[in-house]
């Protein structure tokens, strides 16, 4: 059964601040995983997907990078601003039986002003 | 575009109760999927369905029941409301399934039973 860790599950960083989330994962054999942001009281913004085939994606200030042999990605954000304050989702689709995405619990991010 | 769409956006049941949170999404998506998050956890698949007509269990489906009679909705209701089933639900969407594209959110629905 694949299962998804996020590390750490909180962060809170002065405003300007380069940083990185962790996320890793049991089961090589994924398909893609995505990053998703996610605003109190709201539902999931996807921010990046990275199939298999592909080493990192970027949007922005955000890097996305995927090493499935290892079973990892990070999710790098550059010159932290306070409205990047949320909580970031790693999510992983392995395929196989239920087409469904499979998520860690999560790293709630505050930046400082 | 309003996108995925859902209601109510919070309720209150008591233990044996029923009700459907309904969920609409307005982008011509076939993929559908219904997922509950509980307080510091990451979602949970609950049932999915790939279109109209077509239904399938996820994760945890128990004390759910879900139907897709067209394109555009697909409601999750809850026969007998259990203090387990607390929890935040979140509808998505999307065109292909989830090897290929993202799925789109809801905003979710907030359910207590008590």
């Known amino acids: 059964k694949q299962e998804v860790t996020q590390i750490p599950a909180a962060l809170s960083v002065p405003e300007g601040e380069n940083l990185v989330l962790n996320c890793s994962f049991t089961?090589?054999?994924?398909?893609?995983l995505q990053w998703f942001r996610q605003d109190p009281g709201k539902g999931l913004t996807s921010l990046l997907l990275?199939?298999?085939?592909?080493r990192e994606q970027t949007s922005g200030r955000l890097n996305a990078s995927l090493d499935k042999s290892s079973g990892r990605s990070t999710l790098y954000i550059a010159a932290s601003q306070p409205g990047d304050s949320a909580t970031y989702l790693c999510?992983?689709?392995?395929?196989?039986?239920?087409?469904?995405?499979?998520f860690g619990k999560g790293t709630h991010l505050i930046i400082q002003p | 575009n309003a996108g995925v769409t859902q209601t109510p956006k919070f309720r209150i049941l008591k233990i044996g109760q029923s009700m459907t949170l309904q969920c609409t999404q307005d982008?011509?998506?076939?993929?559908m999927y219904w997922y509950r998050q509980d307080p510091g956890m990451g979602l949970k698949l609950i049932y999915y369905s790939v279109g109209a007509g077509i239904t399938d269990k996820g994760e945890v489906p128990n004390g759910y029941n879900v139907s897709r009679s067209t394109t555009e909705d697909f409601p999750l209701r809850l026969e007998l409301a259990a203090p387990s089933q607390t929890s935040v639900y979140f509808c998505?969407?999307?065109?292909?399934?989830?090897?290929?594209?993202?799925?789109?959110f809801g905003p979710g629905t907030r359910l207590l039973v008590l």
């Open positions: 990275i199939q298999s085939s592909q």
């Open positions: 999510a992983v689709y392995s395929g196989g039986g239920a087409d469904g995405l499979t």
């Open positions: 998505a969407s999307s065109l292909v399934g989830s090897g290929s594209q993202t799925q789109y």
């Open positions: 089961d090589s054999a994924i398909y893609n």
């Open positions: 982008m011509n998506h076939n993929y």
